[in-house]
Nanobody, 123 residues
């Protein structure tokens, strides 16, 4: 599976951008998918994950209630809607795919990674 993230850029605090991740190369609809992020000088951290059917989702506490992960299996695309952005949300956002269909908060359980898209939140 090849993953291509897009939609990042410079935004202001409080904005609500959406980042997307298009998948290609094999069956997408059976894979659990996730978003991770890495802020400057920090380790990569889990953001959100979604199961193959789009019903099961998991979120990091830091984004719960502000971010929403979703997927469109017909388009082989997973989305991360980010609302009420804060300066501390500034990071490179990576999409990732699992071999199995379920969610996970652990990066090592993802087999496929996109190149990342930078989201910079200004105050």
């Amino acid at each position: 599976v090849q993953l291509q993230a897009s939609g990042g850029g410079l935004v202001q605090a409080g904005d609500s951008p959406r980042v997307s991740c298009a998948a290609s190369g094999r069956t997408f609809s059976s894979n659990g998918m996730g978003w991770f992020r890495q802020a400057p000088g920090k380790e990569r951290e889990f953001v959100a994950s979604i199961g193959w059917h789009g019903i099961s989702t998991r979120y990091a506490d830091s984004v719960k209630g502000r971010f929403t992960i979703s997927r469109d299996n017909a388009k082989s695309t997973v989305y991360l809607q980010m609302n009420s952005l804060k300066v501390e949300d500034t990071a490179v956002y990576y999409c990732a795919g699992r071999i199995v269909s379920t969610t996970s908060t652990i990066g090592a359980e993802y087999a496929y990674w996109g190149q990342g898209t930078l989201v910079t939140v200004s105050s």
